[in-house]
């Protein structure tokens, strides 16, 4: 399995953007997905998350209201749509999914917000 994540840069405050994760490899596209986030210095942190039935969405409390997940099963990937950014959501963010009792990560997009 093999996660790549893309779109990270540096943002204004108050402006969107989107991140895009795309997986490849013998995983079951009903999987969950997620999205985390380190900033420097801090441990990682969960963001949001996506089930494939429904789909069923959960956010971190940072970000719900200002930030949306959705899934593309049949592209295999996800994308992450943050609004109203903060400096606060600087940070790399990392796209995961669990298969077969493994947790895979992609290397990560680095987002720096600042004016």
């Known amino acids: 399995v093999q996660i790549r994540e893309s779109g990270g840069g540096l943002l204004q405050p108050g402006r969107s953007h989107q991140l895009t994760c795309a997986a490849s490899?013998?995983?079951?596209?009903?999987?969950?997905k997620a999205w985390y986030r380190q900033a420097p210095g801090q441990r990682r942190e969960f963001v949001a998350s996506?089930?494939?039935?429904?789909?069923?969405?959960t956010y971190a409390p940072s970000v719900d209201g200002r930030f949306a997940v959705t899934r593309d099963d049949g592209k295999r990937t996800v994308t992450l749509w943050m609004n109203h950014l903060k400096p606060e959501d600087t940070g790399t963010y990392y796209c995961?999914?669990?298969?077969?009792?493994?947790?895979?990560w992609g290397s990560g997009t680095l987002v720096i917000v600042s004016s």
């Open positions: 490899g013998p995983f079951d596209d009903s999987v969950d």
């Open positions: 996506i089930k494939s039935k429904n789909p069923l969405t």
């Open positions: 995961h999914l669990r298969h077969d009792g493994t947790d895979y």
